[in-house]
Nanobody
Framework: QVQLVESGGGLVQPGGSLRLTCTAP???????????MAWYRQAPGKERLLVAD???????NYADSVKGRFTISRNNSNKKTWLQMNSLKPEDTAVYYC???????????WGQGTQVTVSS
């Protein structure tokens, strides 16, 4: 089974920046390149919500709440996906999860999550 690994979370002041990294150490190259990669987040007591995703061809999609502030990117050769987060707000505080979604949308591999806290 594929396991994704997130890193880069931490504590940052409002207006600051963080860059999250997702790695897919168990996923072979040919499979990884065909999956949609996505970032979700979940705050305590809240539902898990899609933040951004990016297709195998590099087309990105963003939630309205993060448009203009976050950027998702991927490098298929080293099987990494990033989420650059700028102008962070307290409401961005959540556990952020990386997901690899099969092209037909019926299955996803998930990472363990990384905590992002935006606070003064």
């Amino acid at each position: 089974q594929v396991q994704l690994v997130e890193s880069g979370g931490g504590l940052v002041q409002p207006g600051g920046s963080l860059r999250l990294t997702c790695t897919a150490p168990r996923m072979i190259f040919s499979v990884f390149t065909g999956y949609v990669m996505a970032w979700y987040r979940q705050a305590p007591g809240k539902e898990r919500l899609l933040v951004a995703d990016i297709t195998a061809g590099g087309t990105a999609n963003y939630a309205d709440s993060v448009k203009g502030r976050f950027t998702i990117s991927r490098n298929n050769s080293n099987k990494k996906t990033w989420l650059q987060m700028n102008s962070l707000k307290p409401e961005d505080t959540a556990v952020y999860y990386c997901a690899a979604v099969r092209p037909n949308g019926d299955f996803a591999h998930w990472g363990q999550g990384t905590q992002v806290t935006v606070s003064s």
